[in-house]
T-cell receptor
Framework: DAGVTQSPTHLIKTRGQQVTLRCSPKSGHDTVSWYQQALGQGPQFIFQYYEEEERQRGNFPDRFSGHQFPNYSSELNVNALLLGDSALYLC????????????FGPGTRLLVL | QKEVEQNSGPLSVPEGAIASLNCTYSDRGSQSFFWYRQYSGKSPELIMSIYSNGDKEDGRFTAQLNKASQYVSLLIRDSQPSDSATYLCAVNRDGGSQGNLIFGKGTKLSVKP
């Protein structure tokens, strides 16, 4: 049973560029959440997708957007990259109605120069 | 007041000892609580979830929850060097499947052989 997968594993971009990160949830999971983890900090919630719609959003600017596809996979897009966007981006999947037990993928490490 | 607080450590224990990790949270409406283990450079891995007051045991791990005191802890018995990692406490503030996770900054545990 495949767990949560993410791509790419690492990415280097320059300020002002745009980036797309991808996530495939664990088999049987229908909800995808995205988190940003800066060095030395706990993960911070960006947003959550269910039934192809954004269900909840954390305190992140509109530069951060996402999408969920009919097969439950998801994308995170970040526009106009800033140096401060350098972080580990984590995708977590869960099953609606399961008390939100979330399982994390391996993450994408983004470096903005 | 931060929503989820943990001592950053490092917490150092000798091999075979009991490691005790603590976490407090500010929102009394929180309904589910999680402990994740994160090795350096890796993504968080779910260790325990707990929803009701009291203790929950799984192998060498015991999670304890006291909602009246807004306190959750993790005990690791017979600590091994492989337990050396950062332990993240996470709280689902909204409950159910729609809630996002609020994380503490994590406690770094070092188990010395």
């Amino acid at each position: 049973d495949a767990g949560v997968t993410q791509s790419p594993t690492h990415l280097i971009k320059t300020r002002g560029q745009q980036v797309t990160l991808r996530c495939s949830p664990k088999s049987g999971h229908d909800t995808v959440s995205w988190y940003q983890q800066a060095l030395g900090q706990g993960p911070q919630f960006i947003f959550q997708y269910y039934e192809e719609e954004e269900r909840q959003r954390g305190n992140f600017p509109d530069r951060f957007s996402g999408h969920q596809f009919p097969n439950y996979s998801s994308e995170l897009n970040v526009n106009a990259l800033l140096l401060g966007d350098s972080a580990l981006y984590l995708c977590a999947s869960s099953v609606t109605g399961s008390m939100a037990t979330q399982y994390f993928g391996p993450g994408t490490r983004l470096l903005v120069l | 007041q931060k929503e989820v607080e943990q001592n950053s450590g490092p917490l150092s224990v000798p091999e075979g000892a009991i490691a005790s990790l603590n976490c407090t949270y500010s929102d009394r409406g929180s309904q589910s609580f999680f402990w994740y283990r994160q090795y350096s450079g890796k993504s968080p891995e779910l260790i325990m979830s707990i929803y009701s007051n009291g203790d929950k045991e799984d192998g060498r791990f015991t999670a304890q929850l006291n909602k009246a005191s807004q306190y959750v802890s993790l005990l690791i018995r017979d600590s091994q060097p492989s337990d050396s990692a950062t332990y993240l406490c996470a709280v689902n503030r909204d409950g159910g499947s729609q809630g996002n996770l609020i994380f503490g900054k994590g406690t770094k545990l070092s188990v010395k052989p």
